[in-house]
């Protein structure tokens, strides 16, 4: 089954201590992006990578570090957690065509982060 | 810049109802559009999309959503909905190039009452 896990689903985590959310996508993308969703917001992009060792900021980067040492994989790692990260995560990965993303993301299930 | 509008943070109605939620966006160029839908506890899902040529697209589950240029908008619309229709709605546009970039916007949650 197509897929993208995302891990820890549910996170409670205390200010300044790192944390990593994983994503593992199966459908051989190229494209993956992280998101956060805030009531009212949207979602805002926080990082994005168009490739392996390919990766950009997204309009929401701080605070934020992502990698991408293999494609199947898109980590964002948060060094040192703050209250305003507090939010509900998503990844999300596409196929590219012509060398840019299709805008059909297919999204993981989301990791709600609370940070005290 | 590109932005999305969604006026209508939440749209409850009764069940086989009809419906529309709205959606106006602004860019100077071209652009692509969609409309993705988020049920209780799950990630977003893509629902129709208009690329080009025809102006009204349609999804599988009877929803529909037409490219109206002039007026910037890609308002979705559905003649009869179901209770498990529920679910919040994002409107989103791109404008194409390098990135593609997807811009969200902020939902609609769709409430069906029995």
């Known amino acids: 089954e197509a897929q993208v896990t995302q891990n820890p689903r549910y996170l409670i985590t205390v200010t300044g201590k790192k944390l990593t959310v994983t994503c593992s996508q199966n459908?051989?993308?190229?494209?993956m992006s992280w998101y956060r969703q805030d009531p009212g917001l949207g979602l805002r992009q926080i990082y994005y990578?168009?490739?392996?060792?390919?990766?950009d900021k997204g309009d929401v980067p701080e605070g934020y570090k992502v990698s991408r040492k293999e494609k199947r994989n898109f980590p964002l790692i948060l060094e040192s957690p703050s209250p305003n990260q507090t939010s509900l995560y998503f990844c999300?990965?596409?196929?590219?065509?012509?060398?840019?993303?299709?805008?059909?993301?297919?999204f993981g299930e989301g990791s709600r982060l609370t940070v005290l | 810049a590109q932005s999305v509008t969604q006026l209508d943070s939440q749209v409850p109605v009764f069940e086989e109802a009809p419906v529309e939620l709205r959606c106006n966006y602004s860019?100077?160029?071209?652009?692509?559009l969609f409309w993705y839908v988020q049920y209780p506890n799950q990630g977003l899902q893509l629902l129709l999309k208009?690329?080009?040529?025809?102006?009204l697209v349609e999804s599988i589950n009877g929803f529909e959503a037409e490219f109206n240029k002039s007026q910037t908008s890609f308002h979705l619309r559905k003649p009869s909905v179901h209770i498990s229709d529920t679910a919040e709605y994002f409107c989103?546009?791109?404008?194409?190039?390098?990135?593609?970039?997807?811009?969200f916007g902020t939902g609609t949650l769709l409430a069906v009452q029995p």
């Open positions: 999300a990965s596409s196929l590219l065509w012509q060398g840019a993303p299709t805008g059909e993301l297919f």
């Open positions: 459908m051989n993308h190229e494209y």
């Open positions: 990578s168009m490739n392996v060792e390919v990766t």
């Open positions: 860019s100077s160029v071209s652009v692509y």
């Open positions: 208009y690329l080009s040529g025809s102006t």
């Open positions: 989103a546009v791109s404008e194409g190039g390098a990135t593609n970039k997807l811009i």
